[in-house]
């Protein structure tokens, strides 16, 4: 079976379910991916009982860590397999879609991620797996690979744009030096307190002395608005920081990139951002 990029996400046009008059039962259209928040009204997966802000932030510092820890284990070249990965992607996806795959279509509902190139489903007579699988018997597009072929292996790099975290790390001196200046600038007077990884939140409301931020990369420049790197309590009470250290790993990641378009150039190793309101 020819491998779904991932990088074709990027590309399709991305239709973001309102959560408060979903249209769940509405069927994708042509290249038009249905994209769910994994605790939206649409999602199998969101939470049974409702979660408080404070919870739901905890919640994703928690899941951030388990993938933190799944992608140092790729730079460090310790993973190899991919089916290892998938299970790791479905226990904390950020983000789920319902994809068509083969021909005749056989739709799955699948996590959106960018730290592997390729996309997997589980397949019939799969041990373990949930009862809805890919047949690979009833579609007329399907075709094996050798187990050394170029798209069963995985690579990976220092930086990871976009992992499946919701919430950026930078390497303890970078992060030191990015929360010391945004503390500078927020002023001597503002009381600094914690939520679980954040370190730097204020119960206080803040406005214009939040400065910008840039990212700095060999030519190309990722400005950010607030949006971008501050969370906000629902009742406007708390705002933090959103970003924290990490011991080994720079992640860049989904909440950073909101509202940017990336387009990833793989055959050049070049990567394009520019800012688009799309939410």
């Not at 769940?24 to 290249?31: A, E, F, I, L, V």
């Not at 072929?149 to 975290?165: F, N, P, R, W």
């Amino acid at each position: 079976m020819e491998p779904l990029h991932v990088t074709l996400l990027f590309l399709l046009s991305l239709t973001l379910v309102n959560s408060l008059s979903p249209n769940c039962d509405s069927p994708s259209q042509g290249s038009t991916l249905r994209v769910y928040h994994v605790s939206s009204p649409c999602s199998p997966f969101r939470p049974k009982t409702t979660l408080s802000w404070e919870e739901s932030v905890l919640q994703m510092q928690a899941d951030d860590k388990t993938r933190l820890v799944y992608l140092t284990s790729l730079v460090a070249g310790r993973s190899f397999v991919p089916i290892g990965s998938g299970r790791q992607i479905i226990q904390s996806p950020t983000y789920i879609v319902k994809a068509n795959i083969g021909t005749p279509a056989q739709s799955l509902l699948m996590a959106l991620d960018t730290s592997t190139d390729m996309a997997l489903v589980p397949c019939a007579g799969c041990v373990g797996c949930s009862s809805v699988t890919y047949d690979s018997a009833k579609s007329t597009s399907f075709s094996s690979l050798a187990c050394g072929a170029e798209q069963c292996k995985q690579t990976g790099g220092g930086t990871i744009i976009d992992s499946g975290t919701v919430f950026t790390r930078l390497v303890d001196g970078a992060y030191t030096a990015v929360r010391d200046e945004f503390r500078r600038r927020m002023g001597k007077t503002a009381v600094v307190s914690s939520l679980g990884g954040f370190d730097t939140c204020y119960t206080i409301p803040i406005g214009k002395q939040v400065p910008t931020m840039t990212f700095m990369f060999p030519g190309l420049n990722m400005s950010l608005p607030q949006d971008n790197f501050l969370i906000h309590s629902s009742s406007g009470a708390t705002t933090c920081l959103a970003m924290s250290s990490s011991p080994a790993l720079n992640v860049i990641a989904n909440m950073q990139q909101q509202n940017h378009r990336i387009v990833f150039d793989i055959p050049n190793s070049r990567l394009g951002i520019s800012r688009e309101i799309c939410s």
